[in-house]
């Protein structure tokens, strides 16, 4: 069974960080490619970075420079470093393989960025 359990969300004002934590339980930390994904209200969700096993990143244009993804594997944890947030960046946040698999979201963390 998988699970994913993302933390480390809050309220932060534009230009201040965050570190999103997201530890995975069974297979899928070991197989996979490990992705953050966020979804606003009203909006589809997306993915905005990308880690394979072998820590090679890729990053949504909207976020490349200011965030950063990392693994542990030691942990079956992967991280999201967010800097310089801005308004636009509230949303829930969620961690999955990458692709996205349908049985294993979780409950997501929220961020709210104020202005």
């Known amino acids: 069974q998988v699970q994913l359990v993302e933390s480390g969300g809050g309220l932060v004002q534009a230009g201040g960080s965050l570190r999103l934590s997201c530890v995975a339980s069974g297979i899928i930390f070991s197989i996979s490619a490990m992705g953050w994904y966020r979804q606003a209200p009203g909006k589809q969700r997306e993915l905005v970075a990308r880690i394979s096993r072998g820590g090679g990143t890729n990053y949504a244009d909207s976020v490349k420079g200011r965030f950063t993804i990392s693994r542990d594997n030691a942990k079956n944890t992967v991280y999201l470093q967010m800097n310089s947030l801005k308004p636009e960046d509230t949303a829930v946040y969620y961690c999955?393989?990458?692709?996205?698999?349908?049985?294993?979201w979780g409950q997501g963390t929220q961020v709210t960025v104020s202005s």
């Open positions: 999955n393989g990458v692709p996205g698999v349908t049985a294993f």
